[in-house]
């Protein structure tokens, strides 16, 4: 299991501890990743808002940077936005070779060409059909048993393109987690919108996205989700949406590969669990009785 | 950094109706069923439902279109693209409504642009966004004193925690600045 690894700008801020438990915990399950030298920007949902052009470009630059690699043409992308924008790039010049033309007649700038000979995988992809329930179960040490985890896919890793989930009723991360030794907090809400950007430029509509989201994780021990900014609009205004609800929605959010590190033996340093914002003192409390009663 | 923004929109510009035409042409085949409507999120908050928007589109209603604030309350969470019986890519309908309101400076639309713009102003510098740089451009642009009162309790969290350092925006060398022009000079190619 050889990849090429964008991690995308989230990782390198405000989400790296996503970025250290992706790391750790496919080292742990026997992947190799090779980061693609001089990665940029994908262009977020910021390049989509303002020009078609660098929609193409910024994320199509990545491409060629990583066709410039030897070895593996796979790319491995953990942050939802940057896997689509790198994704639709792959997928659209398949179908339009004009488009091809366009995107290098930019990609001229720099001297860069995109051939169109890669393949861009989300993480979770990667979890779920290369490693697989199996590994993760063989490789389980500290079995996550007693805990009940909400799977969260959010929009775009799912969708516009549908490669590894069913877009309407995503449930491939729930023998995941079993693997793991934990539960499946069963709702409604894993593919469902969090805002995106909305709590930076329309806070309240974005509030009511979240608020409908965490109030059907009610239950749970912790969500655990496969994009930073999924993660961010999740765990970073729970006490302000809670106050103005009336209601206390506060729950632990985690990255996916954050839970399977554990599992798998990893300490909470080495998959960054004090770096992330929501993490109750409840959770931390019976993730260790967990782990304790399976030593 | 290009964050002018026009004080009123001029809909007297008859060139400007031109520019809904590749918007138009994605949207051709709508039957308006309203599954669009039905499929989304943000519906609840927009003032103009999708399904509308599109007849808007067809139908040349410049005024109504860019008064209405549904594009940009589009967050791409692609359920209508995905559900769409015509297979329409509306999604990236709503992305060319946003991209013409940028390119337009529209003020009613100022905050949104100023945000993305200020974001790629930081990755045209860096080649990766910085993230404190970005919010700060951000701030600057949208001249608000209490803006960033309402970030202020997440800043500090994310720096007490070393995610996002401390950072004084700088112009850098301009790592992107070459991809930017080409973009830009070949955006009114067709």
């Known amino acids: 299991m050889k990849y090429l690894y964008y991690p995308g700008c989230s990782l390198e801020g405000s989400a790296r501890e996503y970025d250290r438990s992706t790391r750790v915990f496919l080292t742990a399950a026997g992947a190799e990743l090779t980061e693609i030298e001089g990665w940029t920007c994908c262009g977020a949902s910021a390049a989509e808002a303002t020009s078609r052009n660098l929609a193409l470009a910024l994320p199509a630059r990545n491409l060629a940077l990583a066709e410039k690699m030897g070895g593996t043409k796979?790319?491995?992308?953990?942050c939802s936005a940057c896997y689509l924008n790198l994704k639709a790039v792959e997928e659209k010049v398949k179908r339009d070779a004009a488009l091809l033309d366009r995107i290098n007649d930019i990609l001229a700038a720099e001297g860069l060409h995109f051939a169109g000979r890669v393949r861009v995988r989300h993480l979770l992809e990667v979890i779920v059909r290369d490693i697989g329930p199996d590994l993760i179960s063989k490789k389980t040490t500290r079995s996550l048993a007693g805990l009940s985890i909400a799977p969260y896919y959010g929009?775009?890793?799912?969708?516009?393109?549908?490669?590894?989930?069913?877009?309407?009723?995503p449930q491939s991360m729930a023998p995941i987690i079993e693997a793991s030794g934990a539960a499946v907090h069963h709702w409604d809400m894993g593919g469902k919108c969090c805002g995106a950007a909305h709590m930076n430029t329309k806070m309240a509509v974005g509030m009511e996205l979240v608020r409908s989201i965490l109030s059907r994780a009610r239950g749970a021990d912790a969500v655990v989700t496969v994009?930073?900014?999924c993660q961010m609009n999740l765990e970073a205004y729970q006490d302000k949406i809670s106050k103005l609800s009336g209601e206390n929605l506060t729950v632990t959010v985690l990255y996916l590969p954050q839970l399977l590190g554990l599992a798998l033996g990893l300490s909470e340093q080495e998959v960054g669990l004090?770096?992330?914002l929501a993490v109750t003192a409840g959770f931390k409390e019976k993730l260790r009785e967990s782990m304790d009663t399976a030593a | 950094m290009t964050t002018k923004v026009k004080e009123e929109i001029d809909f007297s510009d008859a060139a400007g109706s031109d520019d809904l035409t590749p918007v138009r042409e994605m949207v051709q085949?709508?039957?308006q069923c309203g599954t669009c409507t039905g499929s989304c999120p943000n519906e609840f908050a927009m003032d103009v439902t999708p399904r509308r928007l599109w007849r808007l589109v067809l139908t040349g209603q410049r005024e109504e279109i860019f008064q209405?604030?549904?594009f940009t309350l589009c967050s791409a969470c692609y359920y209508c693209t995905l559900r769409c019986p015509r297979g329409l890519p509306l999604t990236e309908a709503m992305g060319a409504l946003k991209q013409l309101a940028a390119r337009e400076g529209l003020t009613r639309h100022r905050q949104s642009i100023l945000f993305y713009k200020s974001f790629l102003e930081s990755v045209r510098r860096h080649g990766r966004v910085r993230?404190?740089?970005f919010m700060t451009l951000y701030?600057?642009?949208?001249?608000?004193?209490?803006?960033p009162l309402r970030f202020a309790a997440l800043g500090v969290k994310l720096m007490l925690k070393g995610k996002v350092p401390l950072q004084i925006p700088s112009k850098g060398g301009g790592a992107l600045a070459a991809l930017f022009r080409q973009a830009a000079e070949l955006e009114e190619v067709p």
């Not at chain 1, 796979?74 to 953990?78: A, R």
Request: some cysteine.
């Open chain 1, 74 to 78: 796979e790319i491995l992308v953990p």
């Open chain 1, 155 to 169: 929009c775009q890793c799912l969708r516009p393109y549908a490669i590894f989930d069913d877009p309407e009723a």
């Open chain 1, 227 to 229: 994009c930073p900014m």
């Open chain 1, 274 to 276: 004090d770096l992330n």
């Open chain 2, 29 to 31: 085949a709508c039957i």
């Open chain 2, 68 to 70: 209405s604030q549904t």
């Open chain 2, 131 to 133: 993230e404190m740089e």
């Open chain 2, 139 to 147: 701030f600057n642009a949208m001249k608000n004193p209490l803006l």
